[in-house]
């Protein structure tokens, strides 16, 4: 039996109607999936599975940190995770994906695996920008010391820009 096997939803034999299940997600689950940003973390994920005739609607609440490298500093530190996202399962002939949050599987399957759908969902529920939070003054908490490294390249890299070449280009307008 396989990790990520005990994500898997049975659900041939429920009737139509509301079911709940629980995920604990943790180091262990990450490591499953070796293209993973993320190492670390534990997020709590509550899925309601919504059972009908001909589909089923999956409502996944997902709560929890996961640890992250800063773009800025690149310490690692800890993302609050806080989604909420659907997944509806149709029944066809066919397994197919048919947008993000739209899926068809077989007749014949009896159980839905969503681990990596939980999975996509937690990266899809980090920010773009991934830095250290400001503290209460509005200064930032990455490593000081890279900070200073930075701030002195930067520096420098400014003072360079007068470079005489460019002054023609800067004296051309665009109309």
């Known amino acids: 039996m396989s990790f990520l096997d005990q994500f898997a939803i049975q659900f041939a034999g429920l009737k139509s109607g509301s079911y709940n299940f629980e995920f ?69 002939k066919d397994n197919s994906e048919d947008s993000e949050e739209i899926i068809t599987i077989s007749e014949s399957e009896n159980e839905i695996n969503v681990a990596q759908f939980i999975y996509e969902s937690i990266h899809l529920a980090l920010p773009m920008k991934r830095v250290h939070p400001d503290d209460e003054k509005g200064n930032s908490t990455c490593n000081s010391e890279v900070m200073k490294k930075l701030q002195e390249h930067t520096s420098e890299t400014s003072e360079d820009n007068d470079d005489p070449r460019w002054d023609i280009l800067k004296k051309i307008t665009f109309n």
Request: proline share 1%; hydrophobic share 45%; with cysteine.
């Open 24 to 92: 604990a997600i943790n180091e262990s689950f990450f490591e499953k999936f070796t293209e993973s940003e993320i190492k670390k973390g534990a997020v709590n994920v509550h899925v309601e599975l919504q059972r009908q005739a001909r589909m089923m609607v999956l409502l996944f609440n997902m709560k929890g940190s996961v640890m992250l490298t800063c773009d800025r500093c690149l310490d690692e530190f800890d993302i609050p995770v806080d989604s909420q996202t659907k997944l509806i399962v149709n029944f066809g």
